[in-house]
């Protein structure tokens, strides 16, 4: 009999083998959500850029700042929340939007998670692509700097740790769903994405700098305008995706064999 640890490595090794199943139900997934939309998944990047011309429009208003000047930075943190913050809040329903296919189907429990992962970083690539046409046409278009490719990467790597210990919890107590999306609204408020840490005055800013998803909203808008992130956002990130990993794979130890039992 393995060990509940290797039974937890060999989940997420048979989950990782299965990548041409979860990678082509991701894209059929996506594709039946806009069915019959001419735009398609672009609807996404249209309410991303809405979301953010009111948003600089409002910072604008609030601090008299130019808002050609704020858009770019807003839309750019609104795209790298949705890889960051929106994961978040779906990710509780990872296991019981699968249900159906959990109870007829013997896949590893990482199947799903990366199913999750898979449909964020397609989300992720049509808002992506939206934000530089926009950024062409107001001509304030940067080349991406090249650390946005290792950034997204190490990003996705976050948000299959976080569906993991966000979906076996939320299975069980069907609580956790609700309290989520509270939590996700009030990060979203404390975290500079409508909002620059720059913004912020020199003896507060450290508290702004402990917020974990600061580093990592800086970590995908910096190389978006074409800089390279700061080295403190990429040890801020890097080390939150270590402790991650080490509490996914305990509750993915402790649980795995359960969570069908819960849906």
């Given at each position: 009999m393995?060990?509940?640890?290797?039974?937890?490595?060999?989940d997420?090794?048979?989950?990782?083998?299965?990548?041409?199943?979860?990678?082509?139900?991701?894209?059929?997934?996506?594709?039946?959500?806009?069915?019959?939309?001419?735009?398609?998944?672009?609807?996404?990047?249209?309410?991303?850029?809405?979301?953010?011309f009111?948003?600089?429009?409002?910072?604008?208003?609030?601090?008299?700042?130019?808002?050609?000047?704020?858009?770019?930075?807003?839309?750019?943190?609104?795209?790298?929340?949705?890889?960051?913050?929106?994961?978040?809040?779906?990710?509780?329903?990872?296991?019981?939007?699968?249900a159906?296919?959990?109870?007829?189907?013997?896949?590893?429990?990482?199947?799903?998670?990366?199913?999750?992962?898979?449909?964020?970083?397609?989300?992720?690539?049509?808002?992506?692509i939206?934000f530089?046409?926009?950024?062409?046409?107001?001509?304030?278009?940067?080349?991406?700097?090249?650390?946005?490719?290792?950034?997204?990467?190490?990003?996705?790597?976050?948000?299959?740790?976080q569906?993991?210990?966000?979906?076996?919890?939320?299975?069980?107590?069907?609580?956790?769903?609700?309290?989520?999306?509270?939590?996700?609204?009030?990060?979203?408020?404390?975290?500079?994405?409508?909002?620059?840490?720059?913004?912020?005055?020199?003896?507060?800013?450290?508290?702004?700098?402990?917020?974990?998803?600061?580093?990592?909203?800086?970590?995908?808008?910096?190389?978006?305008?074409?800089?390279?992130?700061?080295?403190?956002?990429?040890?801020?990130?890097?080390?939150?995706?270590?402790?991650?990993?080490?509490?996914?794979?305990?509750?993915?130890?402790?649980?795995r064999?359960?969570?069908?039992?819960?849906?």
């Amino acid at each position: 009999m393995p060990s509940p640890l290797m039974a937890a490595l060999k989940d997420v090794g048979d989950g990782i083998r299965l990548a041409p199943l979860w990678w082509r139900l991701g894209l059929d997934q996506t594709a039946s959500r806009f069915q019959r939309s001419i735009l398609g998944p672009f609807w996404m990047a249209c309410n991303l850029l809405v979301v953010a011309f009111a948003l600089a429009f409002l910072v604008s208003m609030l601090m008299g700042v130019d808002v050609m000047k704020n858009y770019p930075q807003i839309v750019a943190g609104l795209l790298a929340w949705s890889l960051v913050g929106t994961t978040l809040a779906e990710a509780q329903a990872i296991f019981l939007m699968n249900a159906g296919l959990m109870q007829s189907q013997r896949l590893p429990l990482s199947f799903y998670v990366f199913l999750h992962a898979q449909k964020a970083a397609t989300n992720f690539l049509f808002q992506a692509i939206a934000f530089w046409a926009v950024m062409l046409i107001i001509r304030r278009f940067a080349i991406p700097h090249w650390t946005l490719v290792p950034a997204v990467a190490l990003m996705l790597v976050i948000v299959c740790l976080q569906g993991f210990i966000i979906a076996i919890p939320s299975t069980r107590f069907r609580d956790v769903a609700y309290m989520m999306s509270y939590v996700v609204q009030l990060l979203f408020y404390v975290t500079p994405v409508f909002w620059l840490t720059a913004n912020v005055s020199p003896g507060k800013r450290h508290w702004v700098e402990l917020n974990p998803l600061a580093h990592q909203v800086e970590l995908l808008r910096a190389p978006l305008m074409g800089h390279a992130p700061a080295l403190a956002d990429w040890i801020w990130t890097l080390g939150t995706a270590g402790v991650l990993a080490l509490i996914a794979l305990i509750l993915l130890a402790m649980f795995r064999k359960r969570v069908v039992f819960w849906l």
